[in-house]
């Protein structure tokens, strides 16, 4: 079985940083693109950064600039470095990598980990 587990979240003032972790894990063969998507309270889940395992990157406009999403293929792993963050980036935050393992590939969810941006 495989998952992804997120980690990183929590309160920051606005202005701060945080930096958010997705691991992969299980039997997996080989992992394509990964990604960060968000959702507040209210509101749809939006896309905030991409990463395809070719280096090509996306970001949401919101956050260019401020987002910086990285990989450790070594470690499974895609990074969201946040920096000068705003009340707006709260929400819960979801990674999501298409994972190739043993039997079956698809696209994964994590299971979400919570930024709130306040003073």
């Known amino acids: 079985q495989v998952q992804l587990v997120e980690s990183g979240g929590g309160l920051v003032q606005p202005g701060g940083s945080l930096r958010l972790s997705c691991a992969a894990s299980g039997s997996i063969v080989s992992i394509g693109t990964m990604g960060w998507y968000r959702q507040a309270p209210g509101k749809q889940r939006e896309l905030v950064a991409i990463l395809t395992n070719g280096g090509i990157t996306d970001y949401a406009t ?19 470095q946040m920096n000068s963050l705003k009340p707006e980036d709260t929400a819960v935050y979801y990674c999501k990598a298409y994972l190739r393992a043993t039997t079956f590939a698809g696209d994964y969810w994590g299971q979400g980990t919570q930024v709130t941006v306040s003073s």
């Open 62 to 80: 919101a956050v260019k600039g401020r987002f910086t999403i990285s990989r450790d293929n070594a470690e499974n792993t895609v990074y969201l």
